[in-house]
């Protein structure tokens, strides 16, 4: 604040003034309120604050066990793959924004004057600020925030904030892209990757700060870099993110020739200049047929402003008992699942510690490697074999049979059958139908698609 005053003293003057003018406005009985929620506050960051209970799970962290090797384990990876097909109204983008969609957008921006909906205490506020990105890219200053006169500010937090849904709104600020086939780069890893992006609060709704990638299943770091968003920062979600306004100011520029890309030291990581810039770099280990494995992977894929067709969102491979909106966390997962706790936080020295990004994207990775476990034991049970490298389907004696009904061992009808099991039958038939899959120790997770299989 200090550093504003002198820097911008005539904005830092402004914020000053409106400050005071909501408390002039205030009465009696909404000073009291938000002078507890001061004294509460000061209060949480005196005691450790978790969403997790702080004592260790009675039993110890199950040990994943899949009885395959890490080849194996990549060539039954398919299977679990994500239909984003039907998914954009849970949020997927699938669709690249068209121009016309954009300026339709803008042109709604504009109208607005600023005015949103704050996403915690759902007061309408204004933000006094160019809403759309100036073409030579340059900061705007500090954000200045009006809201309607007869109320205070945010009654859950210091700032009012806001969230963006919608595809063509995004693409204001930066479009989408699909990922490129990068057919000219044949030092692409082929391994799949898991990753798990953190989003700060601005002048555009949620926008990226912090991307992480890990490659599976060994988990091993590929990139972890903070991002400077396009607008100008209101609140950090710190707590939730791990980033704090420090993180940002006093990071060292990510430099690109010759430069490492692996992730720097926990707490020394790199910052790039822009989404756009992040985005680019984690291309670099992509291409359209490469798996990407996260939790709740629309809000990472939406926050870089990228489309891609290969996909195992963890969220939707354990599914929530309610069925869509509804979702099982990452760390409720991991508990009830794996025995692990994640996102472990307390309060130490002023800043909030334990979240983090490359953490969760591994929680995702773990949870795939558990699944691919329960995938293979179902096989097993409906009586494929692995041999010599190869998961073999059940045998069939003899073709299809009259009306063209699977007959299996014994002459058993596998759709008809009358042993009770007509369901497990069923099931059993859609495995013979599947093809054999071959284990290659040099294959990525599975044979390569076209865009428009995938997409389907």
């Known amino acids: 604040m200090e550093e504003a005053a002198c820097e911008t003293p005539s904005i830092y003057s402004n914020v000053v003034k409106n400050k005071i003018m909501v408390y002039k406005r205030m009465t009696v009985a909404q000073w009291k309120e938000e002078r507890a929620r001061e004294v509460a506050k000061e209060k949480a960051s005196r005691i450790p604050v978790s969403d997790t209970p702080v004592t260790k799970p009675d039993e110890p962290p199950k040990p994943i066990e899949t009885g395959l090797s890490s080849e194996e384990e990549l060539a ?13 109204q849970h949020g997927y983008v699938t669709n690249i924004p068209t121009d016309a969609e954009i300026e339709k957008a803008k042109i709604g921006i504009e109208a607005s004057k600023g005015w949103e909906v704050c996403d915690r205490c759902k007061t309408r506020f204004q933000i006094v600020l160019p809403l759309i990105p100036k073409p030579n890219g340059k900061r705007n200053g500090v954000a200045v925030i009006k809201i309607l006169e007869t109320l205070p500010g ?45 989003m700060g609060y601005t002048v555009h709704g949620l926008e990226l700060i912090r991307l992480t990638a890990t490659s599976w299943p060994s988990g091993s770091s590929l990139l972890d870099i903070l991002v400077r968003p396009y607008g100008e920062i209101l609140d950090l979600n710190s707590r939730y993110s791990g980033i704090y ?16 890309l692996l992730a720097e030291s926990k707490g020394k990581l790199r910052i790039v200049d822009s989404p756009a810039i992040a985005r680019s770099l984690l291309f670099s280990f992509l291409t359209p047929s490469t ?9 990472d894929l939406n926050a870089t402003r990228f489309i891609h067709p290969t996909i195992i969102d963890t969220a939707l491979l354990f599914p929530h008992k309610a069925g869509l909106p509804f979702r099982n966390g990452l760390k409720m997962l991991m508990q009830s699942l794996l025995n692990r706790n994640i996102q472990m936080v307390t309060y130490t020295e002023g800043k909030v510690d334990g979240h983090d990004s490359e953490e969760d994207a591994n929680a995702a990775g773990d949870l795939v490697r558990f699944r691919i476990g329960k995938e293979w034991e179902r096989m097993q049970r409906a009586g494929w074999k692995l041999k010599n490298g190869v998961f073999e389907p059940p045998e069939i004696v003899s073709a299809l049979g009259k009306g063209g009904k699977w007959i299996k061992e014994g002459g058993h009808d596998g759709r008809n059958g009358n042993d009770g099991n007509d369901g497990e039958e069923e099931e059993n038939e859609q495995e013979i139908k599947d093809e054999r899959i071959f284990v290659s120790v040099s294959a990525s997770a599975g044979s390569k698609r076209s865009r428009e299989d995938m997409e389907g």
Do not use: M, W
């Open 245 to 260: 306004p420090q993180d940002i100011t006093s990071a060292v520029p990510y430099s690109f020739p010759g430069s490492q």
């Open 76 to 88: 039954l990876l398919p299977r679990l793959y994500t239909p984003v097909h039907g998914l954009s």
């Open 154 to 198: 945010c009654t859950t937090a210091e700032h009012h904030v806001f969230k963006v849904s919608e595809a063509k709104r995004l693409a204001t600020v930066l479009n989408f892209e699909k990922t490129p086939e990068n057919e000219a780069n044949s030092s692409i890893p082929t391994q799949p990757i898991c990753i798990d992006c953190e």
């Open 291 to 299: 798996p990407i494995i996260g939790h709740g992977l629309e809000n």
